[in-house]
């Protein structure tokens, strides 16, 4: 049988996940796996709020330019200063993911904007 969570207990979870980002997190967009680094994005300062079982991140729709070039496949959440792995996994596309980017072709150079983010408790 699954674990399986009140959802007060999966917004303090998720708020967790806030304070671990900190005043200076970012959001990267890579390749599948994070082989590449895309772009990336500092998120807002608090990052977002819990409510129903899913963390919103704030701020968004964030502009920025790539760095390189690929297609952009997976996401992950890390403090700026020293890059810790706050959360990873996160899936990219321009509907229906974790994050949703305005094209998952991306070449050097590019102007590129994440539509919008959040991570959704599991059970």
């Known amino acids: 049988m699954a674990v399986v969570y009140p959802t007060a207990v999966k917004n303090a ?20 796996g994070m082989a590449s680094v895309l772009f990336s994005v500092t998120f807002d300062n608090p990052a977002g709020a819990a409510s129903g079982g899913v963390l919103t991140f704030s701020g968004f729709p964030k502009s920025t330019t790539a760095a390189a070039s690929g297609t952009a496949a997976a996401a992950r959440i890390r403090t700026a200063t020293g890059g810790t792995d706050i959360v990873t996994g996160l899936t990219v596309g321009t509907s229906a993911s974790d994050v949703i980017v305005n094209t998952t072709t991306v070449a050097t150079s590019d102007p590129v904007q994440v539509t919008s983010a959040s991570i959704t408790h599991a059970t």
């Open 13 to 32: 979870r998720l708020g967790a996940v806030v304070t671990q980002i900190g005043t200076t997190g970012v959001l990267e967009i890579g390749t599948a």
